[in-house]
């Protein structure tokens, strides 16, 4: 260790000894740690030894030499002193006068090193304050062995061809992780030393239920091109995500899912029967916005103490555990180049990375991801793209800065699942009451789903059948339920959907479920019929495959009914609309014809000739695509705060309806008076908040911003917010609203003066 100090002067070398870096390590302690954390990242093969290396192990030894200066000691050893800008410069500034450019091959090694250093930390303008305060600057640093700082070096620091250099982006990003990991005494890295031998396990297992069991075809590719990026299209019910995993192999990687329900599905799969629950803090992690009072919910029975939970959340966040079940969001975000963005890019450039689904998101959220994987790849990262349609124009998109290999067919049996009938007309209840009862009165499988492009319609469905249909048969499922309700939903649909029942015969439940697009991507469910309104031939053939699933059932009848009316309004115009016109139209034309059969290689056929490049070259979806990736491209370093980024492009706030409210007021007010002892834990508080939340449900600003207008002019009834702290500012709103067996739905409010009660 003492060999690697030897770039410093022996004064500054002594001094580093003595002087403070935290109130309980020295600088010269503090940055041992981040050389060990460097080293783990060397010995688990995330950076490799070279001129890299070198240059992050340089910036590990410099990056906090500023704080030798005698206003930042003083105040390490005090618990009152606060920085006070008229006496004191930020340390990252100060720690690049020590870096001396005569221990570099090059100047532009140089370069990258200093602006690690100086960009270590986010405090402040630090270009400002090197151009502004030099006066301060050479006050804090004349008694140590310092070195000049040319003004063509800070011109050079600002450049875009360094701070964009790829090198520069991984040492700084290395730095961080480094900083990061000795400063919160956490693990930088959990090795992965198991995946490999817990998939072969699994294939034993499966081999003692059915001595036949081998990997697919799919399995099969996704092992044999492990150290390639990958595309990989294939039907549903294949098994992409073991396919995922022996794609990653034993090495640190992340799974993106577009929904959270498909990332705590997975999590829970992977956790029970692939890691057998052993060690799981230090094997698999999944991050959303919920990932913590996920954790509580359903894994703290297999942790000893509530902060052993708290502590594997954290380090999760962090990046630190090998396998990861993530949304976009929370990896992607990076592409805003807000400070400190390099550790999570440098990060993910020694990962693996697989993308499930890619076609289910929106055009802005396609051009930061495709943005985002240009970059990671530029970085060493892997892809893999799995999917169960891909149109040519997103491949297109993802080839055009990146290479994959692709098998040449995509991944299909010649099992026939779906027989369409395709009806020219708005969905009709009417049609699916019919059937539903004809099934009965035939003794047959009678698995109903139903989705719909809106929760208005899918609404308007249930309330049709209503009264026709047994109440306990009919179920309704979208995003406008609280959430306590949606996850008993979430959890009753999984059940119902099983293809088989506990003598592994074919379920043979009988029911209806209505439901929107929530239910296309990574939800393993299998019913027997499906009736759907058309959007797109993406979203048609990912709600296809939740009927007939596995296959095992005869489709020599009609099992699917696809209408191709929808509402006017759902289809883009200006502002309104969520369906772009030109992929609407291309995917009607492309199934208008069809009656009967349809086999997979069909599907893939259609998808491959209709949504192009060259006829959706006009679309708004394009126009959007290249309009974000334009923006996100041209980003200025350090423009956005972490906290203004916002991925989800999804306008929302969290309400408790009036209805769930008076329900629940004992229960919730018992929550608030909780919330209110400051003695309670950190866990505890999260626990209660994470329970007052259940009883909430996302709703447009608009609806809350109608909702107050309208206490204003007396039209509604005045709730008081629910108060989650002692923080005035930490609350949810309650607001009047409609809100039943269908879930949320918007008030009219009336033109006469109500009862302004206030609860």
Known sequence: MEERFKILDIKTLELIENKLAKPDKTIKQHTEELLKCLDLLLELGYIKKGEIYNLVEKACIYHDLGKLNDEFQKRVKSKTLKFNEDKEVVHNVLSLYFIDSKMFTTEADYLKVAHSVLNHHSYGNVFEILNEKEELIKSLVKDFNIYKIKRSIKTKLVKKELINNPETIKIKGYLHKCDYSASAGNVAEYPNSFLEEALKNLLIKWKKENNNTKWNELQKFALENKNENIIAIAQTGMGKTEAGFLWMGNTKGFFVLPIRTAINAIYDRARKNILNNDKIEEKIAILHSSSLEYYLRNISNDM????????????????????????????????????????????????????????????????????????????????????????????????????????????????????????????????????????????????????????????????????????????????????????????????????????????????????????????????????????????????????????????????????????????????????????????????????????????????????????????????????????????????????????????????????????????????????????????????LKDKIKQYTVSVHPIDVKNYEFAVQSGKAIHYKKVMLSNNVKDYIKVIECEYDEVGYKRMRYDKQTRNSAIW
Not at 402 to 422: C, G, P, Q, W, Y
Not at 547 to 574: A, F, W
Not at 596 to 614: A, N, R
Not at 623 to 639: A, H, V
């Open 304 to 687: 000893s103490e509530n902060e052993d939970i708290l502590n594997y959340h954290t380090i999760g966040r962090q990046l630190s555990i090998p396998i990861n079940i993530t949304t976009m969001d929370q990896i992607f975000d990076f592409v805003f180049k807000y400070p400190s963005y390099e550790l999570k890019l440098t990060t993910l450039g020694y990962s693996k990375i697989v993308i499930d689904e890619i076609q289910a998101y929106s055009a802005d959220l396609l051009a930061y991801l495709i943005y985002g994987l240009e970059k990671v790849n530029e970085q060493g990262g892997k892809i893999a793209i799995l999917t169960a349609t891909l149109p040519p124009f997103i491949k297109d998109l993802l080839k055009k800065n990146m290479d994959f290999k692709e098998n040449e067919n995509a991944f299909t049996s010649d099992v026939i699942r779906h027989n369409l009938k395709v009806i020219n007309e708005r969905i009709s209840s009417d049609d699916i009451y019919e059937k539903y009862n004809e099934n009965k009165k035939l003794n047959k499988n009678n698995k109903v789903l139903i989705v719909c492009n809106t929760i208005k319609e899918a609404q308007k469905i249930y309330n049709q059948l209503k009264g026709k249909v047994d109440e306990k048969e009919l179920n309704i499922l979208h995003s406008k339920f609280i959430r306590k309700e949606r996850l008993e939903k979430e959890e009753d649909i999984i059940e119902f959907g099983k293809t088989y029942d506990e003598e592994k015969n074919i379920d043979k439940k009988s029911g209806i479920w209505i439901s929107t697009s929530i239910v296309e991507a990574s939800l393993d469910i299998d019913f027997d019929y499906l009736f759907t309104e058309l959007q797109d031939l993406n979203s048609l053939f990912q709600r296809l495959g939740r009927c007939n699933r596995k296959g095992k059932k005869d489709s020599k009848d009609y099992n699917c009914y696809v209408y191709t009316k929808i509402e006017e309004s759902n289809l883009v115009d200006g502002k309104r609309g969520f369906i772009d016109r030109s992929l609407f139209n291309l995917s009607k034309e492309a199934i208008e014809d069809l009656d009967g059969q349809l086999s997979e290689k069909e599907k893939v056929s259609l998808i491959e000739k209709y949504l192009t490049t060259e006829n959706l070259k006009d679309s708004d979806y394009m126009r959007k695509y290249n309009k974000e990736y334009e923006f996100i491209n041209d980003i200025e370093l350090y423009k956005f705060q972490v906290n203004d980024v916002n991925l989800r492009n999804i306008l929302s706030e969290e309400i408790i309806p009036s209805p769930i409210y008076e329900k629940y007021l004992s229960d919730i007010t018992e929550l608030e008076n909780k919330l209110k002892d400051r003695e309670i834990s950190i866990i505890e508080r999260v626990k």
